[in-house]
């Protein structure tokens, strides 16, 4: 689907809008909460040092659903150690994997094509923009 990446919208550091029959959604990443964005659509996000989650959007209605496809997190001691794939880290559900499997998906997420980005300034915003998103727009 057609979608266009804002980079450092006030208030987030993404902000994200969807195309989906003729529909426009919106969805908003904070600080850390969208990084390395690749083409295929999926992108890193943290929550701190040892939160490394790598996650994919879905537009179902008018929501934008996060796909974690895998993702670290802290033990009961505090200490880096827990590895996931699938699942949610807010309720740590997902299947345990080990962490060389966790450090080869980050290896296999990191050599992927980085998406493109334009840069808009204030005076050409209107013309960028809409070539921005006829591209988006007729890439489908």
């Known amino acids: 689907m057609p979608e266009l990446i804002f980079s450092e919208w006030p208030g987030f550091d993404r902000l994200v809008l969807h ?27 943290s929550a701190g040092a040892a939160y490394t989650y790598i996650m994919r959007e879905h537009y179902t209605g008018t929501d934008a659903e996060t796909e974690f496809l895998y993702y670290s997190d802290y033990d009961e001691e505090n200490n880096v150690g827990l590895y996931y794939k699938n699942g949610n880290p807010e309720k740590i559900n997902g ?4 962490q060389e499997e966790f450090y080869k998906l980050l290896d296999e997420f990191y050599a992927k094509e980085d998406a493109p980005w334009y840069e808009f300034n204030a005076d050409t915003i209107v013309n960028d923009f809409t070539i921005a998103w006829n591209i988006a727009v007729n890439k489908k």
């Open 95 to 98: 299947e345990p994997i080990s």
């Open 19 to 45: 195309i989906e029959n003729g529909i426009v959604k919106a969805s908003c990443h904070p600080y850390r909460g969208m990084k390395n964005l690749k083409t295929d659509g999926t992108f890193e996000g």
